[in-house]
């Protein structure tokens, strides 16, 4: 039986109980219970319930995202940093190209580029030019016609989409690269994903987990900042 997504944080007196539903919700405990206790209720008549210990929880989870982090080779990510001051020193700019967190996170990036690097970039989240652009268009080629009309000879194009699967990102990849573009693409999952196989670089995350997945693209995508701006100092 699939588990509804459903969770309730219940605070009474110091401890936490995390109660999950199945289907619905139901309290099952009202008095206070153990730090690291999970309830999982069926919903059914007879309240069946399983106890299990969470304890490990947090301590798992964040192993294996710094392990994700850690598996990516340092000589791309500074091949990388070096294409982006190169295109800089041409006059030319980065753009960052996302959906969801990935858009979140095209903003960010794009925004300490050009703060904290003094690297031009930019990205198209406004919501009027989406809109625009996928009604004109459709939602499948907004990122396509986005490129064709903002993207200069020269530019460094980064594509990021969790799954390498999203259509409006593969087309986007297609139009960089008929333009010439130089192309750096961010994915996860499957192995074989299609956006993989599209960039002059291409870094992938070995994880099924959306948030795994879209936090080792950050991070690494801020350290290349970092990596460009202690660069600079020490060029200074």
Not at 5 to 12: C, K, P
Not at 23 to 30: A, G
Not at 97 to 108: C, E, I, P, Q, T
Request: with cysteine; aromatic share 8%.
């Amino acid at each position: 039986m699939p588990v509804m997504a459903s969770v309730a944080l219940l605070f009474s007196g110091a401890p936490i109980c995390y109660v999950v539903k199945i289907r619905r919700l139901q309290l099952i405990r009202s008095q206070p219970i153990d730090s690291g206790e999970i309830w999982i209720s069926s919903g059914s008549n007879n309240n069946e319930t399983l106890q299990m210990n969470l304890t490990g929880y947090f301590p798992q989870y964040f192993r294996e995202l710094s392990e994700h982090i850690g598996k990516v080779d340092s000589n791309d990510l500074i091949r990388i940093g070096e294409m982006i001051v190169k295109a800089d020193a041409r006059g030319k700019k980065i753009i960052l190209v996302g959906n969801g967190g990935s858009a979140a996170m095209a903003s960010h990036v794009a925004v300490d580029l050009v703060k904290a690097a003094r690297i031009r970039a930019i990205n198209f989240n406004e919501a009027d030019l989406i809109t625009c652009l996928a009604n004109d268009f459709g939602y499948e080629y907004w990122v396509e016609k986005a490129l064709e009309f903002y993207a200069d000879d020269g530019d460094l194009v980064i594509l990021i989409s969790s799954s390498g699967q999203s259509k409006n990102i593969l087309n986007g990849a297609t139009k960089a690269l008929s333009l010439g573009l130089k192309l750096v693409t961010f994915s996860g999952f499957a192995k074989d994903n299609p956006l993989r196989a599209l960039g002059d670089s291409n870094f992938w995350v070995d994880s099924q987990s959306y948030n795994h997945v879209e936090m080792a693209h950050h991070v690494w995508l801020v350290a290349i900042i970092d990596f460009i701006i202690e660069s600079k100092l020490k060029m200074a």
